[in-house]
């Protein structure tokens, strides 16, 4: 049973434009809620995280959105660039168990 | 000086065969995790060790086996060794608390 879903599988966008990955989860008991990107042959890197008691979390061009009533959160890469062309997983987390989203692939086309 | 480090890098080996795969963590971390990741790209939870108890122990067949010798190390045991046993294993690292996790690298593991 997949605790965390996330759409889009993949996702094309031209160099400038706003990528968005959503994700939303079941459990009412998850309170950490990190994004990782991943380049082909390396381990995930965490990006971004936020914890349910804001709404938002900015990090240069990174963006994480919270919505606790809907149990959703949404990445959204601001300019984005041709280096930002990985595959990016959500993830939702409590204690010492975290779950991972199926991943995003994302393609920055120059 | 990386943080966690896993070896080997690549582990190609025939059915039926016993393997193992290590990992370290220099940073201090209480907890280290092996995650399955698929062909698919998603990442699975197997195992996780605390202060050397194993917290959770996920659908995971018996043929897998991790071993914590101290805190900076989570080994992992695999016999029998399976065609669908085929994946890229991570091993990773977090601190107490709900925090990131740090993850290696990867071992790719193909059973031919």
């Known amino acids: 049973q997949q605790q965390v879903k996330q759409s889009p599988q993949s996702l094309i966008v031209q160099k400038g434009g706003i990528s968005i990955i959503n994700c939303a989860y079941e459990?009412?008991?998850?309170?950490?809620f990190p994004w990782y990107q991943q380049f082909p042959g390396k381990g995930p890197a965490l990006l971004i995280a936020i914890r349910p008691d804001v709404s938002e979390k900015k990090e240069g061009r990174f963006t994480i959105s919270f919505n606790k009533s809907a149990k959703q959160f949404s990445l959204h890469i601001m300019d984005s660039q041709p280096g930002d062309s990985a595959t990016y997983f959500c993830?939702?987390?409590?204690?010492?168990?975290?779950?991972f989203g199926a991943g995003t692939r994302l393609t920055v086309k120059p | 000086d990386t943080a966690v480090s896993q070896t080997p890098k690549y582990l190609v080996t025939q059915m039926g065969n016993d393997k193992s795969i290590k990992c370290e963590q220099n940073?201090?971390?209480?907890?280290m995790y092996w995650y399955k990741q698929d062909s698919k790209k998603f990442l699975k939870i197997m195992f996780s060790?605390?202060?050397?108890?194993?917290?959770i122990n996920e659908t995971v067949p018996n043929r897998f086996s991790p071993k914590s010798p101290d805190k900076a190390h989570l080994n992992l045991h695999i016999n029998s060794l399976e065609l669908g046993d085929s994946a890229v294993y991570f091993c990773?690292?977090?601190?107490?608390?709900?925090?990131?996790?740090?993850f290696g690298s990867g071992t790719r593991l193909t059973v031919v």
């Open positions: 993830a939702a987390s409590m204690a010492d168990d975290m779950r």
């Open positions: 459990n009412t008991a998850f309170d950490y």
């Open positions: 060790y605390n202060n050397k108890e194993l917290i």
């Open positions: 990773a690292s977090s601190p107490t608390g709900n925090y990131g996790y740090t």
């Open positions: 940073l201090g971390h209480d907890t």
